[in-house]
């Protein structure tokens, strides 16, 4: 967490009266998001009465034990890297910007919850999508679980986008580790600019990235979403309002499903 980003007084003297308001931090560093947020812990897996596998298991050991160490660390470690980040922020003039905040998370994974990625692994064998684009990498767990999906139907491919290079990196390196990877391209930067140019329509679209970030990054993809597609939006207590109007509003059919803390599914009508 370097300190780059850090605004100080000295460098934005207009600002000298700090806010401790929590509503003037954007959604991603608001004090809610550590509980709701919080340790992504691992559930622990059901096993029935007859000894049958537990069905949420990805049908790839090798993915599997990726994810389930990639998630244990962020049960070990998230809580912590988010009070430092909101200890950094306490004293900020300003609340930080999107860059600033991947700044702060750099070493959180705040990944999917199980749930979440196990639908998503669903949805996309279920649909079979040609191109399946992420706003919102991180590590790559969710991608795992899509790029596994994506591998399994031997067709398809999934974008993703990760502000921070270095979680970029070590997103790549984790779908290599799996054996996903050649259905996996990961681009480094905002994903405002990032995802402008794409091979084809988007079949389905993960939205986790930064809450604010949903409706701008939404509304961008529009005209890239094929009519039908699927978007899902993740961690639905954060999401702002005129979000969530938008997609409950015309050109969708929209809502949520209690997976993880909750996510909004919308199906978009026309492309
Ligand atoms: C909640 S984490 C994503 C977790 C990931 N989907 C998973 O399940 O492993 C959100 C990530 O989005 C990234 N992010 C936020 N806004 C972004 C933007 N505008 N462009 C690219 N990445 C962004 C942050 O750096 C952070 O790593």
């Not at 050991?61 to 990639?70: A, F, G, H, K, S």
Request: glycine share 8%.
């Amino acid at each position: 967490m370097a300190g780059r980003g850090r605004r100080t007084d000295r460098q934005h003297p207009g600002h000298a009266r700090p806010s401790r308001d929590p509503r003037h931090r954007p959604h991603h560093l608001q004090r809610p998001e550590l509980p709701r947020r919080g340790p992504p812990a691992r559930r622990a897996r059901p096993v029935t009465a007859d000894g049958l596998a537990p069905s949420a298991v990805l049908p790839d050991p090798r993915v599997q034990q990726v994810i389930d160490r990639l998630t244990d660390q962020a049960g070990a470690r998230d809580a912590d890297v988010m009070k430092r980040a909101y200890a950094a922020v306490a004293d900020w003039s300003e609340p930080p910007s999107p860059e600033q905040a991947a700044e702060l998370c750099e070493e959180a994974a705040l990944p999917v919850d199980p749930q979440v990625g196990t639908y998503l692994y669903q949805m996309v064998r279920a649909l079979r999508p040609s191109l399946v684009v992420e706003f919102g990498t991180s590590f790559g767990i969710s991608t795992l679980y899509i790029a596994t999906a994506l591998r399994d139907n031997g067709t398809g491919r999934v974008i993703g986008s990760e502000f921070q290079p270095g979680k970029a990196q070590k997103a790549l390196g984790h779908l290599t580790e799996a054996g996903v990877d050649h259905v996996a391209e990961i681009r480094v930067g905002d994903a405002r600019t990032e995802l402008n140019e794409l091979p084809g329509p988007i079949d389905l679209l993960l939205l986790d990235g930064w809450k604010e970030l949903y409706l701008p990054v939404l509304r961008q993809l529009e005209p890239h979403l094929r009519a039908g597609a699927l978007v899902v939006s993740d961690n639905l207590p954060m999401l702002p309002t005129e979000f969530l109007a938008h997609v409950r509003g015309p050109g969708y059919v929209s809502q949520e499903l209690a997976l993880g803390e909750g996510i909004e599914v919308s199906v978009r009508l026309s492309s």
